[in-house]
């Protein structure tokens, strides 16, 4: 059974800093492509970051590029969002997803990935 879980949300001022982790299991996620997505009260669920779990290539939405880092740790199956500088309009209920998306034009796209967590409330302050 394939499990996605995050943690590591909680408030912070704005000008912060915070690190989402999200520990996978389950299945061999090396083939995968692991995203970041966030959704604030009364809007659709946006893309936010993704990169393959094998490494190499990176995708950031445009507000937040410059200031995340999207990261793994292959001996811990786990994938990071560093989050700095961080803004009121940041805050959210931020889910890790994890799919085989094709790397392009679908890494932003919810409905291509098959698996997600239940999501980590971030909370900035101003």
């Known amino acids: 059974q394939v499990q996605l879980v995050e943690s590591g949300g909680g408030l912070v001022q704005a000008g912060g800093s915070l690190r989402l982790s999200c520990a996978a299991s389950g299945r061999t996620f090396s083939s995968y492509t692991m995203g970041w997505f966030r959704q604030a009260p009364g809007k659709e669920r946006e893309f936010v970051a993704a990169g393959r779990w094998s490494g190499g290539s990176t995708y950031y939405a445009d507000s937040v590029k410059g200031r995340f880092t999207i990261s793994r740790d292959n001996a811990k199956n786990t994938v990071y969002l560093q989050m700095n500088s961080l803004k009121p309009e940041d805050t959210a209920v931020y889910y890790c997803?994890?799919?085989?998306?094709?790397?392009?034009?679908?890494?932003?796209?919810?409905?291509?990935?098959?698996?997600w967590g239940q999501g980590t409330q971030v909370t900035v302050s101003s």
């Open positions: 997803a994890a799919g085989r998306v094709p790397y392009g034009s679908s890494w932003p796209v919810p409905r291509e990935y098959d698996y």
